[in-house]
């Protein structure tokens, strides 16, 4: 049963960095490409960036494009988002999922969520 457990959320200040981690389970990267979703309150939830398993090329919003990169541990079977120059309108509650992952966007896929990790960017 595939599973996603992200961690690494806190409170940073504007500017600051943080890396989110996103355990995945039950599929590998041959399979599925995955993904970062965030929620911001009182706003839908949007696309952040992605890795696809296919070609193995990350894809990035445009708000994150240059601060926000993926990483991909094959050993650990994790993915993370390290993200740098952070702002407030970064906050939100991060989710990974799988998804499909292309040059243009990424959408969720086979509705698979993890719990969610809460990022807060404030002074």
């Known amino acids: 049963q595939a599973q996603l457990v992200e961690s ?8 600051g960095s943080l890396t989110l981690s996103c355990v995945y389970s039950g599929f590998t990267l041959d ?3 995955i993904g970062w979703f965030r929620q911001a309150p009182g706003k839908e939830r949007e696309g952040v960036a992605c890795f696809s398993g296919g070609t193995g090329s990350p894809y990035y919003e445009d708000s ?8 991909i541990d094959n050993a650990k079977n994790t993915m993370f988002l390290q993200m ?11 989710y990974c999922a799988t998804v499909i992952c292309t040059v ?20």
Request: no cysteine; glycine share 18%; hydrophobic share 35%.
């Open 84 to 94: 740098n120059s952070l702002k407030p309108e970064d906050t939100g509650v991060y």
């Open 8 to 15: 690494g959320g806190g409170l940073v200040q504007p500017g």
């Open 104 to 123: 243009v966007g990424l959408w969720a896929d086979d509705d698979i969520w993890g719990q969610g990790t809460q990022v807060i960017v404030s002074s």
């Open 64 to 71: 994150v494009e240059g601060r926000f990169a993926i990483a």
């Open 31 to 33: 399979d599925e490409s």
